[in-house]
């Protein structure tokens, strides 16, 4: 229950103080709001009676048989819900002090810290409101006073800033302990205001009806009264009539109600308001609205294609959704629609919204259809690699695997960037790295997009020259690529790691050395080449820069050198030992190159060499067609 008490002076600027008890069953009662809070489980606001069991902590109302209770005991720490006043005209304060007064029931039971915190705003929100204070329902916290069991009056000043006619303060309940804590109760909550009171002959304003056409002899028509004075002191009353002459007082008090009206067929409704002020005891009437009653009207049926759509996330085109079975339309709500009116509108919502449609049809009935769109997203795709770093050429096994969902049966189709169309595929590495791509589509045709990169490694190729340095003495070099590392095995227990080892034989004879390229994760590339040893005293040869390309070899293959020479032979031996090819040139001197064909040769392993009166050097060579 509201109490409001005016004090008028002769300017017919007043304070007025309005006190709520929570009397009535109602809660909130009329005019407060709740809010933030609720839901399953959060603490909130209600009202409770002399009726004290199980209250936690036991009070009765401090007047009266109603007081209002916050449910801290029991709700999750940090709970919280607000009351809301009703709106505070501060229009006429001018320099007055003004507050906010309510009797708090404080309890030396339990000893947890929930809590009360009062906040103004111009807003019924606690966003940008001003904090007016708080209090501990624990009594023997110094938070602001340390009191007895029992109930206790706080009055909170209101800050001079607030001077609008639209001002509201609010009741912040905090629960604090858990489990362990205590209820809060508060009662009789009273505030002082300065409204503008009306004077003289108030406005009436204008009357509308959301339709002035009912269909089926009852209703609803939606009727709104706009422009009339609205001032403190007021009253606002609706008067309906069958005949337009004889006026009934119906209950309706504020300006927007929404009625049903039911009368015999073809007859009418009429409505107009009635404003009075009460200071100065005169009234306004308005215009007088009429509403037809046809009780052989039927709403038409609204069909909505399609009925229901899906929506893939991330899409930038909207679903079509085309109205039928009326004149016009309305969409609500507007969010993420094209437009709001129409039969044809496009729905581009980020979450999964229902519509809803009304269409008039041409006697003006209305008549309405829900229509859901389904935001869904595309499956849930992991895409794993057999191995992603291969050697160029190999392949390796790519898999798309879908996470299930619940619901109905998914069937799922799979598109590569290789062309293949089940969920596995194969990919070759080709080049340094090679990405696939996999596109899954679900039963709506939502889409995920994934990628992974295969990276390859290059074959190693093998090549290799050596030279006699004089006796047993022989430098040899691995003349080949893409090698991380190489291995020789001179065939008399000695091996090497090195890409150009010098070594000496410790006996005469022929030796088979093995030269071995290694790339991971490629299969390995290994030669065998004879190596002949005589400890004669050959000097080590000059030639320089000596090199061969290309290496393998398919019609012919160059060898480059540069030296000083009065007489060379170039042979090409074959891993048998037998000369395949031979040339011999006089008077070298400066950069040479020999081309040595190779289109009619076996496949295979041949050793190049060069002798000269300074020695031999000879390298190997692979044939491949």
């Known amino acids: 229950m509201s109490l409001g008490l005016a004090f008028l002076g002769s300017d017919l600027m007043a304070q007025t103080v309005t006190?709520?008890?929570?009397?009535?069953?109602?809660?909130?009662?009329?005019?407060?709001?709740?809010?933030?809070?609720?839901?399953?489980?959060?603490?909130?606001?209600?009202?409770?009676?002399?009726?004290?069991?199980?209250?936690?902590?036991?009070?009765?109302?401090f007047g009266g048989a109603g007081m209002a209770?916050?449910?801290?005991?029991?709700?999750?720490?940090?709970?919280?819900?607000?009351?809301?006043?009703?709106?505070?005209?501060?229009?006429?304060?001018?320099?007055?002090?003004?507050?906010?007064?309510?009797?708090?029931?404080?309890?030396?039971?339990?000893?947890?810290?929930?809590?009360?915190?009062?906040?103004?705003?111009?807003?019924?929100?606690?966003?940008?409101?001003?904090?007016l204070g708080g209090i501990t329902r624990y009594a023997k916290k110094t938070y602001p006073d340390s009191v007895a069991h029992g109930w206790y009056k706080y009055s909170f000043a209101i800050p001079s800033t607030f001077t609008g006619t639209t001002n509201y303060f609010l009741i912040q309940a905090t629960a604090r302990g858990g489990?362990?804590?205590?209820?809060?109760?508060?009662?009789?909550?009273?505030?002082?205001?300065?409204?503008?009171?009306?004077?003289?002959?108030?406005?009436?304003?204008?009357?509308?009806?959301?339709?002035?056409?009912?269909?089926?002899?009852?209703?609803?028509?939606?009727?709104?009264?706009?422009?009339?004075?609205?001032?403190?002191?007021?009253?606002?009353?609706y008067q309906t009539s069958t005949d337009s002459n004889t006026f009934t007082t119906n209950t309706w008090t504020t300006n927007v109600n929404t009625g049903n009206f039911s009368a015999a067929i073809g007859t009418y409704r009429y409505i107009r308001a009635i404003v009075t002020c009460a200071n100065s005891g005169q009234s306004d009437t308005s215009n007088c609205i009429r509403i037809w009653i046809d009780n052989t009207a039927t709403p038409p049926t609204i069909t909505v294609t399609p009925a229901n759509a899906t929506l893939c996330a991330g899409a930038t085109t909207g679903v079509k959704l085309v109205a039928s079975g009326a004149l016009t339309y309305s969409w609500t709500p507007t969010t993420g629609l094209s437009s709001n009116t129409g039969d044809t509108i496009y729905a581009l919502p980020t979450a999964s919204t229902i519509y809803t449609v009304a269409g008039i049809d041409d006697k003006g009935c209305t008549g309405q259809r829900n229509v859901t769109v389904q935001v869904q997203n595309g499956p849930n795709v992991t895409l794993t690699a057999s191995d992603t770093m291969v050697c160029e050429g190999d392949s390796v096994q790519l898999t798309a695997t879908v996470a299930p969902v619940g619901g109905p049966p998914q069937t799922y189709t799979y598109a590569w960037s290789n062309g293949s169309t089940t969920n596995t595929t194969f990919a070759k590495a080709k080049g340094a790295s090679s990405s696939y791509q996999v596109s899954v589509k679900n039963n709506a045709g939502c889409e995920t997009i994934k990628t992974k990169t295969v990276y390859g490694v290059l074959k190693p190729i093998n090549a290799y020259?050596?030279?006699?340095?004089?006796?047993?003495?022989?430098?040899?070099?691995?003349?080949?690529?893409?090698?991380?590392?190489?291995?020789w095995n001179y065939s008399d227990g000695n091996e090497s790691f090195q890409p150009k080892p010098?070594?000496?034989?410790?006996?005469?004879?022929?030796?088979?050395?093995?030269?071995?390229?290694?790339?991971?994760?490629?299969?390995?590339?290994?030669?065998?080449?004879?190596?002949?040893?005589?400890?004669?005293?050959?000097?080590?040869?000059?030639?320089?820069?000596?090199?061969?390309?290309?290496?393998?070899?398919?019609?012919?293959?160059?060898?480059k050198f540069n030296g000083v020479e009065a007489n060379l032979?170039?042979?090409?031996?074959?891993?048998?030992?037998?000369?395949?090819?031979?040339?011999?040139?006089?008077?070298?001197?400066?950069?040479?190159?020999?081309?040595?064909?190779?289109?009619?040769?076996?496949?295979?392993?041949?050793?190049?060499?060069?002798?000269?009166?300074?020695?031999?050097?000879?390298?190997?060579?692979?044939?491949?067609?």
């Open 502 to 559: 010098t070594y000496t034989f410790s006996a005469d004879g022929t030796y088979k050395v093995m030269l071995v390229a290694n790339n991971p994760p490629c299969k390995s590339d290994t030669m065998y080449f004879d190596v002949k040893v005589t400890n004669v005293g050959t000097r080590a040869q000059t030639l320089m820069n000596l090199s061969m390309m290309p290496n393998p070899a398919s019609e012919q293959v160059m060898v």
């Open 569 to 625: 032979e170039v042979l090409l031996v074959d891993a048998l030992g037998r000369e395949v090819y031979s040339q011999t040139f006089t008077a070298v001197n400066g950069d040479q190159v020999i081309v040595i064909p190779t289109a009619n040769l076996a496949e295979g392993l041949y050793t190049v060499r060069l002798k000269s009166k300074e020695g031999i050097s000879s390298l190997g060579l692979q044939v491949a067609h």
């Open 179 to 237: 489990a362990n804590g205590g209820n809060i109760f508060i009662d009789s909550v009273t505030w002082d205001a300065y409204p503008t009171f009306c004077e003289g002959k108030p406005n009436a304003g204008t009357l509308s009806a959301s339709t002035y056409y009912v269909c089926g002899a009852i209703g609803p028509s939606t009727v709104t009264l706009a422009g009339n004075t609205a001032s403190t002191g007021i009253s606002l009353k």
């Open 19 to 61: 006190g709520q008890g929570f009397e009535g069953t109602a809660f909130p009662p009329a005019g407060w709001q709740t809010v933030g809070g609720g839901g399953f489980g959060a603490p909130t606001w209600s009202r409770r009676t002399t009726a004290t069991a199980g209250t936690m902590p036991a009070c009765t109302p």
């Open 69 to 131: 209770r916050f449910s801290s005991r029991g709700a999750t720490a940090g709970g919280t819900q607000s009351l809301g006043s009703p709106v505070i005209d501060l229009s006429k304060r001018g320099s007055a002090n003004t507050y906010i007064s309510l009797y708090m029931f404080r309890d030396t039971v339990y000893n947890t810290d929930d809590s009360v915190t009062v906040w103004f705003n111009t807003i019924r929100s606690l966003t940008g409101a001003k904090r």
């Open 465 to 487: 020259k050596y030279t006699s340095l004089g006796g047993r003495k022989f430098q040899f070099e691995f003349t080949g690529s893409n090698a991380a590392n190489v291995y």
